[in-house]
């Protein structure tokens, strides 16, 4: 793990955070948002990866666990961010779900489809009905933290 740490998971994060970043270039969000935004993608995509490395089940609860945990993840640091930044939570959000969208899948879906493999397309398909969930779940989850971080803090 170490090894595999210190060489694609590094290279990998690092083109997280660069597609996080050109990411909120196309959605125009404020040059002083960028940094911390691909900081915030980056540390989302090193959660999922490290966790995709680790866990020992299958391919399925590997993506969902990885994706929920990663979700979470981006979801509290992009409440970190906003607050530190005095701005909205969604310019931070949206560019680092980027490494997370299951555009994959979702190609290999309309793929087989029309190749006539459709037994091979509805695995996919479970796929990222399965990723697109446990994002929003993440999310769901992610808020109720930084609502608790909230309390505590001010409490």
Not at 101 to 122: D, E, F, M, W
Request: aromatic fraction near 10%.
């Amino acid at each position: 793990m170490l090894h595999w740490l210190f060489t694609i998971g590094l290279l990998q994060t690092i083109l997280a955070y660069l597609a996080t970043a050109a990411f909120g270039v196309l959605l125009n969000i404020p040059r002083r948002a960028l940094n911390l935004s691909g900081w915030v993608g980056a540390a989302g995509w090193l959660t999922y990866e490290a966790l995709y490395q680790l866990l020992p089940t299958t391919i399925d609860i590997k993506l969902a666990i990885g994706n929920l945990v990663a979700a979470v993840v981006i979801g509290v640091f992009s409440g970190l961010a906003a607050h530190y930044k005095r701005m909205p939570m969604i310019i931070f959000n949206i560019p680092s779900l980027v490494p997370l969208v299951p555009g994959g899948q979702s190609y290999r879906v309309v793929r087989n489809l029309v190749t006539g493999h459709p037994a091979i397309a509805n695995q996919y398909l479970a796929q990222v009905v399965i990723i697109a969930g446990v994002i929003a779940i993440g999310f769901l989850l992610a808020e109720f933290i930084n609502r608790l971080l909230w309390q505590l803090s001010h409490s």
